[in-house]
Structure formats: C-alpha cells, structure tokens
C-alpha cells in the first residue's frame, strides 16, 4: 500500500463534497545533444507554466522544479500490478511547444530517466493541496515524432517503462561469453556455450 501525506488523503477523501481538480507532472532528464550533460525538461497538464516543490523520486526529497503547461499533455492510466510485469505508461504532449521541441531534438532520450507525480489543486484556491506525491520512476523506451498532414494536429508519444522491473530484465553477456571468459585468467568456462543448446544428447541410448 502506498503512503501518502495526510493534506493530499484529506483532498481525496474530501472529492465528494469539495470536488477533485487533478493534475500530473512528468519530468524527464535526457542528455544535451551537444554537450552530452544531463538535461531535465518538466511537463505537466495545466495551462501555464509553474514553479512548484515536488518529491524527488530518486533522492526521497523536496525539489523545486519548472514544469511547462499548455501543451496538451496527456499520460495513460498507470499499471498498479504486485507481480513482476513491466508497467508501461504512454505520455503524450504537442510537437510545437519550444520546450518540447528542445526536449525531442535537443535530447538524446534513450534509457531518459522518467518521473510522473500526482497532486490535486483545492477547488477554492486553485493552489496544490499539498507536495505533489511521486506515482511513477522509469525510463524512456521510445519517443517517436509524428508529422501530421496539412491542417492537422501532430504529437509525440514518448513510452515509458517501470525501471525498477525493466532492470530485473537486463542481461549480462560477460557471464556466458567466451570471449568475456577469457579475460579472467584463461576461463575457458564457456567455451561450447555458443553451440551447447544445439547438442543432441541420445540418453539411455548406444
């Protein structure tokens, strides 16, 4: 079960009577094209920019951050599972905005570490009712550019996966290379690995 702070339960509990105004908030750190340093671009689904303290996803703490609005971003439901299934949430936003533009071209995005927080805005003040709370860390497995025809509207949809589970997934060619083998003193550990899972062995048979 997932904790969260007492000011974002009491607007949830409290939707109902006072209504819910949601909002989400992704942030994507790639690296400069040019200088190869990491980069972070902000994103969220209000209509204006706004600077706003938010849970860091890696460190656990608060962090001030400049998300960009009016991008007509949209982020899919994300997977809430208990088993070993990678999560896979599709973000997408509008091509003509510079920042996103500076995100796709200026960025190389693969692999981009990716944080999607949740928060709700009070219906009165129009302010957060709390520290946005982080709802997902993964990473970019995609971020293709679509070019609309004449009149039409163009998007990119940038995929991400649950890190955490994708890194269970990762292999490690060194452990069952020859080649890697070799290195480590003369291993001729896996010398045959490469032809092994082709032998026909004929048991109890001459």
């Known amino acids: ?13 409290g939707a109902r009577d006072k209504g819910l105004v949601p909002r989400r908030f992704v942030w994507i750190t790639g690296k400069d094209l040019a200088s190869g340093a990491p980069a972070s671009v902000g994103l969220w ?9 938010v849970t860091s996803g890696v460190t656990g703490l608060p962090e001030a951050r400049t998300y960009y609005g009016g991008l007509n971003l949209k982020v899919s439901p994300i997977p809430r599972t208990a088993d070993l299934t990678i999560q896979t949430v599709t973000i997408t936003v509008g091509q003509i905005a510079p920042a996103v533009q ?7 995005l693969r692999l981009a570490p990716i944080e999607i927080h949740d928060m709700s805005f009070d219906t009165g003040t129009r302010l957060p009712s709390a520290v946005p709370e982080i709802a997902f860390l993964g990473i970019a497995d995609g ?7 004449v009149g039409q ?8 996966i649950s890190a955490a589970i994708a ?10 290379s020859y080649e890697g083998q070799k ?3 003369g291993d001729e550990f896996g010398l045959y690995s490469s032809t092994v899972a082709n032998w026909q062995i004929p048991w109890g048979q001459k």
């Not at 689904?45 to 303290?53: F, L, S």
């Not at 890194?167 to 069952?176: F, Q």
């Open 1 to 13: 079960m997932k904790n969260i702070t007492s000011a974002f339960f009491a607007a949830l509990t």
């Open 45 to 53: 689904t209000g209509d204006d920019d706004i600077n706003i303290t």
């Open 102 to 108: 500076q995100l796709v071209r200026g960025y190389d």
């Open 143 to 149: 971020a293709p550019i679509k070019t609309p025809a």
């Open 153 to 160: 509207d163009g998007d990119i949809e940038i995929s991400a």
């Open 167 to 176: 890194m269970l997934e990762r292999t490690n060619p060194a452990k069952s």
């Open 183 to 185: 290195r480590r003193s």
